[in-house]
């Protein structure tokens, strides 16, 4: 693991006065914050407030109009092989005609030449499979799968290539109360060797389980989870919020979806 | 029928139109399939009407220059790619109102060929086969330059099967994986511009756009697998090519025409099939797991 050291503790993400803009409109401005390694960090804002711009960003999809971010000690498209990432399952074409250990392997691949998958391609995706829990769909097609094994596999895909730090975007859409439990725990798992950053909807999902919070509005602000408040979140997503879950809050803390 | 196959026996000029067909079955299931999977066929389509431009600029060069050599064909292939590349780096380039501009493209390239033709002194013309197809009018000595151009889409797709897979599947995360995906689209619709080239003499310009997806699209409704998708896809093609071939020789019938219902008419009753309220037993049903 590469990166600066501070306290003892790896620096995994780094951005310096970071600011995006898109036809003249700025998404995203002055966004400054670290991320230490081993962090489980919920990533929570208003729709169109920057969330997947950010994570755009951390993936050098999206090249900043002003600043610096650092991933993993490099720039972001160096760190990209480092980095496992799982988009949202819906903007994926489900009619693809493809199983899923095909789809799983296809995080195997890096860069432009020409190579096709090994035994051990083959060997390191039954093992994410098997991670996820999936290794008895290996030949189902991914398009007969439901919305959260679907999400599985596209976890296993990011799994595959052993990343240093896991990129979730909205992993907790569509998932029932037992599914996002089985989530939890593989996620817990996970981030016993990797850093984790999760965008979700679901404030409940994050405030229960993430250690630290990254509020996305425009700018990024950072919090402790336990300093996730109702006053936090009205600021974020304005008086119109809605506390619609109070399943997990027993110490008190505030959780549920907003419906801004 | 049999009048069918006996004119197969016995004249070249039928099975030079069998080996075209196969020839052209070939890439097109396999481009065909990356076509229906990626949603290009408006690109394609582009791709193909340019094609005109092509022809019409070397027939005009063969009657007036005395550019002997430069066959219709060549002008084909050459218009083809070029059009693949101009069309290719637009969408790279301008994310929004692609279709737009492949409309203009589309059109201004046949535009340019029918100018050509207008200009060819005493040129009769085999406009009509250019468009709608030709398939009886194949030379065998087209049938070498309709094979190297297969043996380069079929080899071309072999080698970067898995890249062109991850592409299709998910462009983004694929450029996550620090694949070169603008460049596999681009190579994509080159490929493309090859296949059309192949499929100009079987249906012509115009209707060959169903050719190139509908057989893709059939065998996408029941193919597990991309490449299950691309070999079925031939297959279809090859049955469609030749039993509209041989469907319409005793009548006289356009074959280009008559490949087109065929495989119109079969993927209608496909997708009436296939459709709930009306599936057919003998098709896999969409599982849906928990």
């Known amino acids: 693991m590469s990166g600066k050291r501070t306290e003892g503790r790896t620096t ?76 949202q399952h819906a903007q994926i074409d489900p009619s693809f005609p493809a199983p899923v250990l095909d789809i799983v392997m296809t995080g195997r691949l890096s860069g432009g030449r020409v190579r096709r998958y090994s035994s051990e391609d083959r060997e390191r995706a039954e093992i994410a499979l098997s991670e996820v829990g999936l290794s008895d769909r290996r030949a189902s097609m991914f398009s007969s799968l439901s919305g959260g094994l ?35 725990e593989l996620l817990r798992k996970l981030n016993e060797r990797m850093a984790i950053v999760l965008v979700s909807h679901d404030v409940g999902f994050v405030s229960e389980y993430a250690t630290r ?46 419906r801004g | 029928m049999g009048e069918f196959m006996r004119a197969v026996a016995e004249h070249t000029f039928m099975r030079n139109a069998l080996l075209s067909g196969l020839l052209a079955s070939a890439a097109c299931g396999v481009v065909g399939t990356l076509v229906v999977v990626r949603r290009i066929a408006f690109i394609a389509g582009g791709i193909a009407h340019c094609v005109l431009g092509g022809i019409g600029a070397a027939i005009y060069m063969q009657t007036v ?15 083809a790619l070029l059009a693949a590349v101009v069309i290719g780096m637009i969408s790279v380039k301008a994310k929004e109102r692609t279709d737009t501009v492949i409309g203009a493209v589309w059109a201004i390239g046949m535009a340019t060929g029918i100018l050509f ?103 996408g409704r029941f193919a597990t697998k991309l490449s299950h998708m691309m070999i079925w896809g031939a297959i279809l093609t090859v049955v469609f090519t030749t039993t509209g071939l041989a469907l ?21 009753l496909v997708v009436l099939a296939t459709t709930p309220g009306g599936r057919l037993r003998f098709l896999p049903a969409q599982r849906h797991d928990s």
């Open chain 1, 150 to 184: 679907r999400q599985r596999t596209l976890i296993a895909r990011a799994l595959v290539s052993d990343p240093e730090l896991l990129l979730l975007d909205e992993p907790t859409a569509n998932l029932d109360v037992r599914m996002e439990t089985q989530l939890h």
């Open chain 1, 213 to 258: 919070v990254i509020c996305v509005k425009e700018t990024v602000v950072l919090h402790p989870t336990s300093e996730l408040s109702g006053d936090t979140l009205r600021e974020m997503y304005g008086e119109k919020i809605r506390i619609v879950r109070h399943d997990h809050d027993e110490d008190g803390r505030v959780t549920g979806d907003y």
């Open chain 1, 12 to 87: 995994i993400i780094e951005m310096k006065g970071v600011a995006f803009s898109y036809d003249g409109h700025d998404v995203l401005s002055n966004v400054n914050f670290t991320l230490s390694d081993r962090e489980f960090a919920g990533m929570v804002g208003p729709n169109g407030g920057g969330k997947t711009t950010l994570l755009k960003l951390m993936l050098g999809l999206l090249a900043p109009t002003a600043g610096t971010i650092t991933m993993l000690g490099s720039s972001p498209v160096d760190a990209r092989p480092r980095i496992g990432y799982m988009p």
């Open chain 2, 248 to 268: 319409s020789y005793s009548p006289g019938l356009p074959a280009g025409a008559t490949v087109i219902i065929l495989s119109g008419v079969a993927y209608l």
């Open chain 2, 65 to 79: 220059h005395g550019w002997k050599w430069l066959d219709p064909l060549y002008g084909a292939l050459l218009s």
């Open chain 2, 117 to 219: 033709l207008a200009r060819t002194p005493g040129y009769g013309g085999d406009l009509v086969g250019y468009l709608f197809g030709n398939i009886l009018m194949v030379r065998t000595s087209d049938l070498w330059l309709l094979g190297i151009l297969d043996l380069v889409v079929l080899v071309s797709v072999l080698v970067y099967y898995d890249q062109l897979m991850a592409v299709a599947f998910d462009e983004e995360y694929a450029r996550t994986r620090g694949i070169p995906v603008d460049l596999f689209f681009i190579g994509l619709l080159l490929l493309t511009a090859v296949t059309i080239v192949l499929l100009v003499t079987a249906v012509g310009i115009v209707m060959m756009i169903a050719l190139l997806t509908i057989p893709a699209a059939i065998a």
